[in-house]
């Protein structure tokens, strides 16, 4: 493979790149950094001469990116947002003056838990910044055997700043940090005749559940329980939401388990009921994580100071 020299590589225009990608026009990128159109469009014909693709091809949304540009951005962005902290590094953070956009791996279960609390504190001490939410099912990258999660995809490569989720074991790279502990529960319809009577395992075990996973053949730790009692509940629905669960227990006879603190939230609007699961339960623990390279980052400590604090 033909290699440059280094003194041969114009840096610049991987800020080119970049910013076409996440403007996909090329006046608002031009002014996004900086250039003038024609400045743009002879820098990305430098950039197509050096990596012999279009990048960019021209639709009625605008500019989108070719599959071989999409395959090197999220390289392209590390590069870019690493060169940006090495140069601001010593800058402190200033949370009323910042306009920055803070972006935070969850999925919708944490997302209601922390959202709405979050918001409150960084409304009032950072009223210019954003909060950007980004979904982060607990699933595994391709390819499987590498056992890399798309927490360590979006930490490394920088579409997130901060994961918030239960943390399995994870690599010595990241930090992390326990927010907060509770108690699940099983959920049915005040209109299920379930609800009238005694909730024993039998029961539970009668009834149809909507399961919530991000991956439908994964095992979670009720149907683990489950096998070492040599039983198996009766999976009608798996939804990767907890809200659809909501929705579709509120609308049948069906059951579902999940944190409390969800259910809570749902109780009235859905008219359900909320039942101590009739077996050993395991109580879910959540965490933020980060990348240990970020730990001192003013910006970044501020967050995850302000993401605890929610708890």
Known sequence: MQRFPLGGLDFNLLKVLYALAVKGNMTQAGTYIGLSQPAMSHALKRLRAMTGDELFIRNARGLVMTRHCSDIFPSVKRIVDEAET??????????????????????????????????????????????????????????????????????????????????DTIPARFQSMPLFTERRVCIISANNPAAQSEFTFE??????????????????????????????????????????????????DLIAIMPESVARLFEKSHDLVLLDPPFLEQKQSTSMIWLAENQSMPANKWLRDQIAGCF
């Not at 944490?110 to 980004?134: K, N, T, Y």
Request: aromatic residues 6%; positive net charge.
């Open 86 to 167: 090495v140069m601001l590094a010593h800058r402190s953070f200033d949370p009323i003056q910042s306009t920055m956009t803070f972006r935070i791996g969850m999925n919708d279960y944490f997302s209601v838990v922390l959202m709405p609390r979050l918001l409150e504190r960084i409304r009032v001490l950072a009223p210019g910044c954003v909060i950007e939410v980004q979904h982060m099912p607990r699933t595994v990258t391709q390819p499987v055997r590498s056992n890399r999660t798309l927490m360590q995809d979006y930490l490394e490569d920088g579409t997130i700043d901060v994961a918030v989720m239960t943390a």
């Open 203 to 252: 029961k539970m075990l009668e009834l149809g559940h909507v399961k919530v996973t991000s991956s439908a053949s994964r095992r979670g730790w009720i149907d683990e329980h489950l096998d070492t009692l040599g039983r198996q509940r009766r999976v009608v629905a798996l939804v990767p939401h907890f809200s659809s669960a909501v929705a579709i227990v509120g609308r049948s």
